[in-house]
């Protein structure tokens, strides 16, 4: 009989609080939670329930007061800022609501860029950055600006820039807030199939019913625990 496969990200009693002032503001209250390979994770609850910070410890931007962050089994509380860095550098891919590419440079640029970072050789980025455009149909794009994109177009930008690299776990804050209804519904259909084809993990905080009903989890956060 195999052993369970481990989970790509793990929180264990994870504690957490904040001081505005003379206010202590406790944004977790002992989580627990397990995201497996290939799974698409929702977070939902309202603004103040804790979901930033979730994703603020499972991205390693953040660490608990108390409880342990697991990365593929092993506790990352013995890693320095430098190997946090590194680890988010070559293991975690990020997709925000505002896009965040760069303007000056190209589509094909903003994709590349993580690949450059970690030191990829200029033949095998330039073939893994094309492979990753054709994967969310942006090839012909490449060497547009971000400007002269849409919405839907930069978070796809957005998309291909997070999966470039092999990421096995892919942090998402509110990646369809800005998008109207049919774009939105490209976007997530596309979320879905990468994660699936790429065997990366998704955990994302969401408002957005749209989302929700297409990922393979959803946990409901309210106070800083989970529901």
Known sequence: MSAAPTAVMELRGARKTYRLGQHVIPALQGVDLSVARGELLALTGPSGSGKSTILNLCGLIDSPDSGEVLFDGQSVAGLDEIGRTL??????????????????????????????????????????????????????????RPDALSGGQRQRVAIARALVKRPRLVIADEPTASLDSHTAEAVLELMRERCHAEGAAFVIATHDSRLTQRCDRVLALLDGRLQ
């Open 87 to 144: 680890l988010r550098r070559d293991a975690l891919g990020f997709v925000f609501q505002n896009f965040n590419l760069v303007p000056v440079m190209t589509v094909a640029e903003n994709v590349d860029y993580p690949l450059f970072i970690a030191g990829v050789p200029g033949p095998e980025r330039r073939e893994r950055v094309a492979a990753q455009l054709r994967a969310v149909g942006l090839h012909e794009h490449a060497a547009h």
